[in-house]
């Protein structure tokens, strides 16, 4: 815990400048028209558990129309917005995520992705009902389109082994509003406010847009944390532990953290996929080799969900399910 001199920002913690080894070769950059598509997640996906994917056919149009009714909602006076709150898990919440302690510089919209995302909040605007919904049919088409392009470049078949998982009716998907205000300068320090501590993200895939403004840092290895430069016409898209475990340790599941910005508020939209919560999370058949061996021990995501919001955010989550 650190000490600072507005009493508001005394429980969050501080980050440091991001620093890396001169051997970072950048993120990679994945084009979704082209044909080796496929190869190249793969490659990033082993290599770093995270690219950026561009040509990916979403109108930047359709982003920023939604952006806007984020940046309205977040712009209400602050006993409007406590109507949709607090987030358990899902609604309203400011500066805590989740239910353990942890908390961050933002406030953020935490809904189910699929049926009526709104329901859990005090919203009607119908302009925020229906961007939001163009938008979600429009990423899960494209996710879906990832995870069959991840599919060819794995060589495994059936192609929508992986893409079934996060697009079946009973498919736990969840959506998440992030807005990072301009954070206070922090006199002299030499560090930013966290504004969405250091974690793994638990599902298969999450995809990530935002605007035009910085924070967001990945570790391509133990300690090192490199910052991505933002791009409001592109998504991100990291590698959650339940592909790590499909793929058996062979993607990595990257960590991620926010840094508060100085200067310019930032807004994130994350689409989460996740699987049914009875599917049983194991490696892939397809995928090993002879004799090889699963490094993890069997669990449905109903049971991986349930101890991972039993574990404040940076645990490592995985390793209770390691052999
Ligand atoms: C501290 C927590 C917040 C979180 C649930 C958890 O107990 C541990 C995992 C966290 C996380 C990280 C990725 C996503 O933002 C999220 C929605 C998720 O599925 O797992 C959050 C959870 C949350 O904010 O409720
Ligand atoms: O807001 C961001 O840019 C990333 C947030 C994040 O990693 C999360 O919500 O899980
Ligand atoms: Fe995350």
Redesign the pocket.
């Given at each position: 815990m650190v000490v600072l001199a507005n009493p508001a920002l005394d429980s969050i913690p501080l980050v440091g400048s991001p620093k890396h080894g001169a051997r970072f070769p950048g993120i990679p950059v994945v084009d979704l028209s082209r044909p080796g598509a496929g190869e190249a997640i793969v490659s990033a996906c082993e290599e770093l558990g995270f690219f950026k994917l561009v040509n990916h056919g979403i109108p930047v149009e359709l982003m920023q129309r939604l952006e806007a009714e984020a940046v309205k909602f977040f712009s209400l006076p602050q006993v409007e917005k406590d109507k949709s709150g607090p987030?358990n898990?899902f609604g309203y919440g400011d500066k805590r995520?989740?239910?353990?302690g942890?908390v961050g510089w933002l406030e953020y919209l935490?809904f189910v992705a699929t049926s009526d995302p709104l329901s859990c909040t005090s919203m009607t605007a119908c302009s925020f009902r229906s961007a939001l919904s163009e938008y979600l049919v429009a990423v899960r088409k494209m996710a879906s389109d990832v995870l069959r392009s991840m599919a060819e470049g794995l060589k495994i078949e059936p192609r929508d082994a992986l893409s079934k998982l996060a697009m079946d009716e009973h498919s736990d998907g969840?959506f998440?509003l992030n807005h990072y205000p301009p954070c206070p300068p922090l006199q002299g320090l030499n560090r930013s406010l966290t504004g969405f501590g250091e974690?793994t993200?638990?599902?298969i895939i999450?995809i990530l847009r935002s605007n035009d403004s910085s924070g967001l840092q990945i570790s391509p290895e133990d300690g090192s944390w490199v910052s991505v430069p933002p791009d409001q016409a592109s998504f991100f898209i990291n590698v959650g532990d339940s592909l790590q475990v499909l793929t058996n340790g062979r993607f990595r599941s990257v960590r991620h953290r926010v840094a508060a910005n100085g200067v310019k508020p930032r807004v994130s939209m994350?689409y989460?996929f996740g699987p049914p919560p009875a599917q049983r999370i194991a490696p892939l058949p397809q995928l090993m080799g002879e004799g090889e061996q699963s490094k993890y021990k069997e669990f449905t995501w109903g049971e991986y969900k349930k101890a991972?919001?039993?574990?404040?955010?940076g645990d490592n989550?995985l390793v209770q399910f390691e052999k």
């Open positions: 987030a898990p995520i989740g239910v353990n942890d935490l969840i998440r974690h993200d638990p599902q999450s994350i989460f991972a919001y039993r574990s404040r955010l989550r």
